[in-house]
């Protein structure tokens, strides 16, 4: 007589092989790129561009443009001045604000130009509605609290009324209240900082234009018309500290290095009763 053969689930008899099917769907696997193809970059890593095909571009940025190259809205923007490919904005300009605005397709410039460490300073001409005191100026220069903090010294003086174009819409003013320009050159970029330190001193902007980024100037250049100039040479990148491997041990302070005023970690002697190797 034949022995009885063993009954297999219903799990089992939907697998080939026979055994239990694992619980959850199983990831297939990776497809292999085919032979000769580039491998993906991550979506926000620029490729490297070479010292020679660097680009750094001067725009004057006309009032009411947005500083970037698309909006759903159908406002004005970059794209409708800069039409090379591959060029991104370094830093940024309000869309009520004109003046200069750097571009380049370099994105290790980019990324060093709009570092706050970097300090580069821009100088502003700034029309305020009213007359600054000189305590107003003293102010300003020495630095004044916003609600975001405190912000950095800066170097403000009266100018006179610069030769610079027309604005459309003309800006809003009273016959019965004067208005001034001053030139204002600091190395921060918070948001509409220079907006904000004017108003703290009871004196709002009408118009702002931003006439430097460090020794780059509007000089020469229309509202909407920009020029090519070369691209600086970056200093090397600083070296960052070697990593730790993975399990390794950081390496014990020396038992013998004691110095004055300073205090060295030790472990705390054992307290033993009367009965040995019991502790408290």
């Not at 060295?264 to 502790?279: E, V």
Request: proline share 12%; aromatic share 4%; net charge positive.
């Amino acid at each position: 007589m034949k022995p009885a053969r063993p009954r297999r689930s219903l799990a089992e008899r939907a697998t080939p092989s026979g055994r239990a099917a694992r619980t959850g769907a199983q990831r297939p696997a990776p497809a292999r790129p085919r032979p000769g193809s580039q491998p993906d970059l991550p979506a926000r890593q620029k490729p490297a561009v070479a010292p020679a095909d660097r680009k750094l571009l001067l725009l004057n940025k006309p009032y009411m443009v947005l500083c970037q190259f698309t909006d759903e809205a159908g406002r004005e923007t970059l794209k409708d001045y800069i039409t090379e490919p591959g060029i991104y904005a370094a830093g940024r300009l309000d869309r009520d604000s004109e003046g200069l605005l750097l571009l380049t397709n370099d994105g290790i410039l980019q990324a060093r130009l709009t570092q706050p460490g970097e300090k580069l300073p821009k100088t502003y001409w700034v029309q305020v509605e009213g007359e600054p005191s000189d305590e107003a100026i003293s102010a300003l220069c020495a630095g004044v609290t916003l609600n975001d903090g405190p912000t950095l010294p800066a170097e403000v003086r009266r100018m006179a009324p610069p030769a610079v174009w027309e604005r459309t819409p003309p800006i809003r003013e009273r016959k019965a209240i004067p208005t001034c320009w001053l030139e204002i050159k600091i190395v921060e970029g918070r948001n509409r900082q220079v907006r904000r330190m004017t108003a703290h001193i009871g004196h709002p902007t009408l118009r702002l234009i931003r006439y430097a980024i460090g020794e780059w100037t509007l000089d020469g250049l229309a509202p909407g018309e920009h020029r090519a100039v070369p691209a600086p040479a970056l200093p090397p990148a600083r070296r960052a500290a070697p990593e730790r491997r993975q399990g390794a041990t950081p390496p014990r302070p020396s038992s013998s290095s004691t110095g004055k005023g300073r205090a060295t970690a030790r472990r705390p002697a054992r307290r033993h009763s009367g009965k040995q190797g019991a502790s408290s």
